[in-house]
């Protein structure tokens, strides 16, 4: 049974970093592109970043860059993000997702697995 557990969220202030990890677990990922998606209270869930299979190739959501960083650890079946200046703006579930292929991809559909979100609440 394949499973994806997100970890690291919490309550932090503006202008904090937070580090969420997304463990899969059930087969081996290392051949597929994972990625962020978020979903703010009231609002649509929203791509945030994506990362090929290899880890060389990623993707971002305008309003994050810069300050989020996609990465991935194929020996871990692990992928992170690395959240810097953190905004109430950013404020949402966070969910770690699995792609169909090995490529970036910045849109739901084109995700086959999902986990079942972690909390980030930015307070100002």
């Known amino acids: 049974q394949v499973q994806l557990v997100e970890s690291g969220g919490g309550l932090v202030q503006a202008g904090d970093s937070l580090r969420l990890s997304c463990a899969a677990s059930g087969r081996t990922f290392s051949s597929y592109g994972m990625g962020w998606f978020r979903r703010a209270p009231g609002k649509e869930r929203e791509f945030v970043a994506a990362?090929?299979?290899?880890?060389?190739?990623?993707y971002y959501e305008d309003s994050v860059k810069g300050r989020f960083t996609i990465s991935r650890d194929n020996a871990k079946n692990t992928v992170y993000l690395q959240m810097h200046s953190l905004k109430p703006e950013d404020t949402a579930v966070y969910y770690c997702a699995v792609a169909r292929t090995g490529g970036i991809v910045g849109v739901a559909p084109a995700y086959a697995y999902w986990g079942q979100g972690t909390q980030v609440t930015v307070s100002s």
């Open positions: 990362i090929s299979w290899s880890g060389v190739s990623t």
